[in-house]
Structures are given as structure tokens and as C-alpha cells.
């Protein structure tokens, strides 16, 4: 038997964990925060090849994560399954359609509630041409700086998760014990139905530029409000100082909000305050002690936090800090 050239490794993350999720793209960061409250599980895998690699994520519950990518790789990323769109870097995208991110590009993902599985292949430009040149005849028309997407047709849609469901469930069974020629099949199956997705809306009509200057509006708003309620973590949540912060109406944040996330910025923050409330329990050192956390995130009664933590992460904070 040949040596195998490829490594597969799988592992699951039971119970929310935002540092365990940390790297679950290979050689990146991707901050994780929850956004529902639930029993969180996550199996993750990763297939590396000698010139590429392949991750892929299925979870339980819906979260944010936000991150960039590799220096030096191209991202070819896609919901393998969703219950309905995810909201992408200011726009809905739907399961099987593909996304085109550059060297270094950013991500800024929240899916709906409901199951979901994720992929990403990352793989230098000069390898993924020189397979799209050996498939298609021509070079790919990839960005030089940040992303793009454009709706898949349901066969191409269909054909990219079917390759990536494969390729996963046939490294899976074999558990690294291939042959290089089953390694080689598996990464061609791969860059086949990449290559094909890619291809098929590169030369598509471009979106107009009035609606990509309205996605990229709402994705900045998003953001930019996000980091004021994340700099005011510990204190009461206030709708007129978000708004004055942002120079938008209150009712178009909340729209706004609802739009992205399925509930209003004063839950998003509630929620944010108690994802770090749980991070830093689960990390805790010395003599820290829940009153002291809960504290430290605007948490001022120990009994609703108590009840508030149970309820979106189904365990007691004296639970988390013991673990």
C-alpha cells in the first residue's frame, strides 16, 4: 500500500466553547460568540492535502463568527446545508452557493437557527488556476482584493455539496487509510466541483452597483454598531446612545437587527455579555468566582444571571467555573 498524502482529523466540541472554535478553519482565527440558547454541539472536520485543505463544521445552533483568512490563500466557502439563507458580509446567501474570497479577506457569517453545516476549501490562486485551466480550458476570474458570490444553479448547487459530503463521509470511513491514488481521487472530486461552481458564475452578469453599495452599507452599520455594544458590555443597554453613536433612527437599528439576527440589539447584547461571562468562567484562574465575573459583564443580580446563563447554555455558572 502507498503511503497516504493526505491527513484527516475530526473532533467535537459539546457545550459552547468561543476558544475551541477559535481555529476551526485551518491557520486562522474565527471569533465565535452563540446566538441562541440550547444544547450546543459541533463536530468539525479537517482533510488536508499536500497543496490544499478542507474544513467543514456542523452545528447545532446558530452563531456569529467573524475572522479573515489566510495570507496567501484563496477561500472558496459555502453552507453545505441551511435552513434558510445565511446572512454573509451584508448578504443572503443560500446553501450550495459558493463564495470567492481573496488573500486575506473577511468573513462576517450568521446563519439562521437550525441545523447548519459549513466548508471551506483554502488553496493558493496559482494551484486552483492551474486546475481550472486543466478542467475548463481558462483561468478563473478570481477577485484581487475581497469577495464575491453570485446565486448557484440548483445543479451546480447540488454538485458542490455532493463532492464535499463525499469527500468528508469517504475520509471519515477510512479514518487515513487510504492509498495515494485514493487521495489523488478525492482531491480532484474536490477541485472538480469547485472549479465548476466557481466557473459557472465568474462570468455572470456583475450585481448592480447600487444594491453591492447597500450591502456593504448594512454590513458596515452592523458592524460598527456591534463594536459600540461590545465596548459597553458592562453597562444597562441604551437604545437613544446606540442610535446617537450611529446617527441611525432606533427603529431602523431594530429593523436592521431583526433583519440579521431574528431579534433586536438589546437581546444581541445580552447575549454577548453572556457569551464573554462564559468564556471567561471557563478560563477562570485562581480565585476568580462567579459574582466577580458576572459583575465585571453589567451583571448586578447573581440570581437572574444564574437563571439567564442556564437557560442559554443549560448549565449553572458554578457548573462552568468548576469544569
Excluded at 457545550?15 to 474565527?30: I, S
Excluded at 441611525?248 to 464573554?276: I, K, S, T
Aim: proline share 4%; aromatic share 10%.
Amino acid at each position: 500500500m502507498d503511503e497516504p498524502m493526505a491527513h484527516y482529523s475530526r473532533f467535537v466540541v459539546d457545550g459552547f466553547d468561543a476558544d475551541a472554535l477559535l481555529g476551526v478553519v485551518r491557520d486562522t482565527r474565527f471569533e465565535q460568540r452563540l446566538l441562541a440558547a440550547g444544547h450546543f454541539r459541533a463536530c468539525l472536520q479537517r482533510l488536508v492535502f499536500p497543496e490544499f485543505s478542507l474544513d467543514s463544521g456542523t452545528y447545532t445552533l446558530p452563531i456569529f463568527a467573524s475572522g479573515s483568512f489566510s495570507e496567501g490563500m484563496i477561500a472558496l466557502a459555502l453552507a453545505v446545508s441551511c435552513t434558510r439563507p445565511m446572512w454573509a458580509n451584508g448578504r443572503w446567501i443560500g446553501a450550495g452557493e459558493v463564495m470567492v474570497f481573496a488573500e486575506d479577506s473577511e468573513l462576517n457569517v450568521r446563519p439562521w437557527p437550525g441545523g447548519w453545516q459549513w466548508a471551506v476549501l483554502l488553496i493558493p490562486r496559482e494551484v486552483l488556476q492551474k486546475a481550472a485551466v486543466r478542467r475548463i480550458g481558462r483561468e478563473l476570474r478570481l477577485p484581487q482584493r475581497g469577495w464575491y458570490s453570485r446565486p448557484s444553479a440548483p445543479g451546480i448547487a447540488h454538485s458542490l455539496r455532493y463532492g464535499v459530503t463525499k469527500v468528508l463521509d469517504d475520509a471519515a470511513t477510512r479514518q487515513g487509510l487510504v492509498t495515494s491514488e485514493q487521495v489523488a481521487a478525492q482531491a480532484e472530486l474536490l477541485l472538480a466541483v469547485f472549479v465548476d461552481a466557481v466557473s459557472a458564475s465568474d462570468a455572470g452578469p456583475g450585481r448592480r452597483e447600487r444594491g453591492v453599495w447597500l450591502e456593504r452599507h448594512r454590513d458596515a452599520l452592523v458592524r460598527r454598531a456591534e463594536e459600540f455594544l461590545k465596548a459597553n458590555l458592562d453597562r444597562p443597554f441604551d437604545s437613544l446612545s446606540l442610535s446617537l453613536a450611529l446617527g441611525v433612527g432606533e427603529r431602523q437599528l431594530e429593523r436592521l437587527f431583526r433583519d440579521v439576527y431574528g431579534h433586536g440589539p438589546c437581546h444581541w447584547q445580552q447575549m454577548a455579555r453572556l457569551n464573554h461571562a462564559r468564556s471567561a468562567l471557563l478560563h477562570a484562574e485562581g480565585r476568580a468566582n462567579v459574582t466577580e465575573i458576572a459583575t465585571r459583564y453589567g451583571f448586578n443580580h447573581l440570581g437572574r444571571f444564574s437563571v439567564m446563563y442556564r437557560n442559554v447554555f443549560g448549565e449553572c455558572p458554578r457548573d462552568t467555573l468548576r469544569s
